[in-house]
């Protein structure tokens, strides 16, 4: 008489279920990495959402390397976004232009709420930037690069040689910039790497590019969306690949106050209401930190979360 065959089953063996385990992670690793670059408020480089092209030549490198030494300042992603525009929309996007415009007129351009005492000195490193650019690169950044022998390390020499230039403004230049010089690519920061890692994403910019299959302008967009998902507080599951950009924000680590009116994690409109019911209207910041003196003249203060730039209701 035959042997019964055993109802038992087998269960799959260790290597199996590791490879399992890691095809599902990769699949994980893939869908977040397209709802980063595709998402309606992460995907978005930062020149894209200034309107500068890098693909148009020197001249819009110049531009992003202006704009990029206001984001490397103290300043607020909100402030320095409109100061950005400011100074775009006023025409003064190339170093001549800059060079040649009254200093009121750029620090009328740069001029924004919440940046009143910074604009002097933003249009004084600007002017600093733009004279090396027209002196020793005759208006051209392309002869930087011919300068550094298209060598990257000595590109961020140069670059953080410019008046205001630090390594975080450098760092922010390269982040976008590398989809015009290519021999930047795959760059990435400490800062964004660290992010990267938070998600399970690799934290090596050669394995965070292959993730993209090497595409330059995928690669800068996961870049800034790692970067908003952060300044912005959108929720980001790791486990399901999923971004709920819909939920963002700007509320969740207001801790500073004990005595905030507006609870953790609670998104709020341009008009905050008080808990006697007064309305403020959409006013921001111009000091940049907490517990602000409110120049409304209101008795007592508001407390002020910097990378928002609201006022928000009294203590």
């Given at each position: 008489?035959?042997?019964?065959?055993?109802?038992?089953?087998?269960?799959?063996?260790?290597?199996?279920?590791?490879?399992?385990?890691?095809?599902?992670?990769?699949?994980?690793?893939?869908?977040?990495v397209k709802s980063l670059i595709t998402d309606d408020l992460l995907g978005q480089t930062y020149c894209e959402e200034l309107g500068i092209d890098l693909a148009s030549g020197s001249n819009a490198v110049f531009q992003w390397l202006a704009c990029s030494s206001m984001f490397g300042s103290r300043l607020s992603e909100t402030i320095t976004m409109r100061a950005a525009r400011g100074l775009l929309?006023?025409?003064?996007?190339?170093?001549?232009?800059?060079?040649?415009?009254?200093?009121?007129?750029?620090?009328?351009?740069?001029?924004?709420?919440?940046?009143?005492?910074?604009?002097?000195?933003?249009?004084?490193?600007?002017?600093?930037?733009?004279?090396?650019?027209?002196?020793?690169?005759?208006?051209?950044?392309?002869?930087?690069?011919?300068?550094?022998?298209?060598?990257?390390?000595?590109?961020?020499?140069?670059?953080?040689?410019?008046?205001?230039?630090?390594?975080?403004?450098?760092?922010?230049?390269?982040?976008?910039?590398?989809?015009?010089?290519?021999?930047?690519?795959?760059?990435?920061?400490?800062?964004?790497?660290?992010?990267?890692?938070?998600?399970?994403?690799?934290?090596?910019?050669?394995?965070?590019?292959?993730?993209?299959?090497?595409?330059?302008?995928?690669?800068?967009?996961?870049?800034?969306?790692?970067?908003?998902?952060?300044?912005?507080?959108?929720?980001?599951?790791?486990?399901?690949?999923?971004?709920?950009?819909?939920?963002?924000?700007?509320?969740?680590?207001?801790?500073?106050?004990?005595?905030?009116?507006?609870?953790?994690?609670?998104?709020?409109?341009?008009?905050?209401?008080?808990?006697?019911?007064?309305?403020?209207?959409?006013?921001?910041?111009?000091?940049?930190?907490?517990?602000?003196?409110?120049?409304?003249?209101?008795?007592?203060?508001?407390?002020?979360?910097?990378?928002?730039?609201?006022?928000?209701?009294?203590?």
């Amino acid at each position: 008489m035959a042997p019964k065959r055993s109802q038992q089953k087998q269960s799959a063996s260790p290597a199996k279920k590791a490879k399992v385990e890691s095809s599902n992670d990769e699949s994980i690793r893939s869908a977040l990495v397209k709802s980063l670059i595709t998402d309606d408020l992460l995907g978005q480089t930062y020149c894209e959402e200034l309107g500068i092209d890098l693909a148009s030549g020197s001249n819009a490198v110049f531009q992003w390397l202006a704009c990029s030494s206001m984001f490397g300042s103290r300043l607020s992603e909100t402030i320095t976004m409109r100061a950005a525009r400011g100074l775009l929309e006023s025409k003064l996007t190339s170093p001549q232009a800059i060079s040649d415009a009254p200093l009121e007129e750029e620090v009328e351009a740069l001029h924004s709420e919440g940046n009143v005492q910074r604009a002097p000195s933003m249009s004084h490193y600007l002017n600093q930037t733009a004279k090396v650019v027209l002196d020793k690169y005759k208006g051209d950044l392309d002869n930087l690069r011919k300068e550094a022998k298209h060598d990257p390390v000595k590109e961020r020499e140069l670059v953080k040689a410019f008046k205001g230039f630090g390594e975080v403004a450098v760092n922010i230049f390269c982040r976008e910039a590398q989809e015009a010089w290519e021999e930047l690519f795959p760059f990435a920061d400490d800062r964004t790497l660290k992010l990267a890692a938070e998600h399970g994403l690799p934290d090596d910019a050669v394995k965070l590019a292959e993730l993209v299959d090497n595409d330059k302008h995928k690669y800068v967009r996961l870049l800034a969306a790692l970067i908003r998902s952060s300044l912005r507080k959108v929720p980001v599951d790791d486990e399901k690949g999923t971004v709920d950009s819909g939920q963002a924000s700007s509320w969740s680590v207001v801790h500073a106050c004990s005595h905030l009116h507006v609870s953790s994690g609670q998104f709020v409109s341009h008009t905050l209401g008080t808990a006697s019911g007064q309305m403020l209207q959409d006013t921001r910041c111009n000091c940049q930190t907490f517990f602000t003196t409110c120049h409304m003249q209101a008795s007592g203060c508001y407390c002020c979360f910097c990378c928002s730039s609201w006022w928000l209701t009294p203590c």
